[in-house]
């Protein structure tokens, strides 16, 4: 059974921290990796997307790693900011035929704070 | 670019109400929507994959004739929660894709609470 498992659940660091969530996966055939934020009550927003091939992606203060080979990912936060609370969520994409089929991992309610 | 756009964002309503949430991609064509089903502290669950024109996909131990789903065109999707109780209660968030691969974009979520 495909699975994406993330770690920690909760985290809470002062603001201007750095972070990093990470996230292991079983899924396959592999098609990508997406990490995406999650502020509470709203709906998901992409932050990163990397196939096989990508070993690092950044976004301004959020930079992804991939590893295919272990089925690691994780997502490292730079110089956190309050409005960085949120949920993250590491989705793994897995292509069947000509469409994908998303598993989504349980996230990591990040918590940044004075 | 790529908006989905969901209404309503909330709804409040007594046991037995039939509830419809919308779907709209706002500016490309969806051939393929999902509609997703979150508790609290728990990740995105999904419910059914449907296609412009066709019948849902629902997965497994979702009801199809309790979460009717309706993609009469390639811009729009609804979800009806019929005769909704309690346990229904829940945050539900749609996405929608061009084709294939490409990437989901997902709504803003609409919250459903059942007395």
């Known amino acids: 059974k495909n699975q994406v498992e993330q770690s920690p659940q909760s985290l809470i660091i002062l603001e201007g921290k750095n972070c990093t969530l990470q996230?292991?996966?079983?899924?396959?055939?592999?098609?990508?990796l997406r990490w995406y934020k999650q502020d509470t009550g709203r709906g998901p927003v992409s932050l990163t997307i990397m196939t096989f091939s990508e070993n690092t992606k950044s976004n301004g203060r959020y930079t992804a790693t991939l590893d295919a080979d272990t089925k690691q990912s994780s997502l490292h936060i730079t110089a956190s900011q309050l409005s960085d609370s949120a949920s993250y969520i590491c989705v793994v994409s897995e292509l069947t035929g000509t469409a994908s089929k998303l598993t989504f991992g349980t996230g990591t309610r990040l918590q940044v704070t004075l | 670019g790529a908006v989905v756009s969901q209404h309503p964002s909330r709804v409040i309503c007594k046991s037995g109400t039939s509830v419809k949430i919308e779907c709209r991609s706002l500016d490309f064509q969806a051939t393929t929507m999902f509609w997703y089903r979150q508790f609290p502290k728990q990740s995105l669950m999904l419910m059914a994959t449907?296609?412009?024109?066709?019948?849902?996909?629902?997965e497994q131990g979702v009801e199809k004739d309790k979460f009717l789903i309706n993609h009469a065109s390639l811009t729009l999707s609804t979800l009806t929660v019929t005769s909704a109780h309690p346990e229904d209660s829940s945050f539900y968030i749609c996405?929608?894709?061009?084709?294939?691969?490409?990437?989901?974009?997902f709504g803003d979520g609409t919250r459903l609470s059942i007395l």
């Open positions: 996405s929608a894709r061009t084709e294939g691969d490409q990437p989901q974009h």
């Open positions: 996230c292991n996966y079983t899924v396959s055939p592999f098609s990508n």
């Open positions: 449907s296609n412009e024109g066709s019948k849902a996909t629902y």
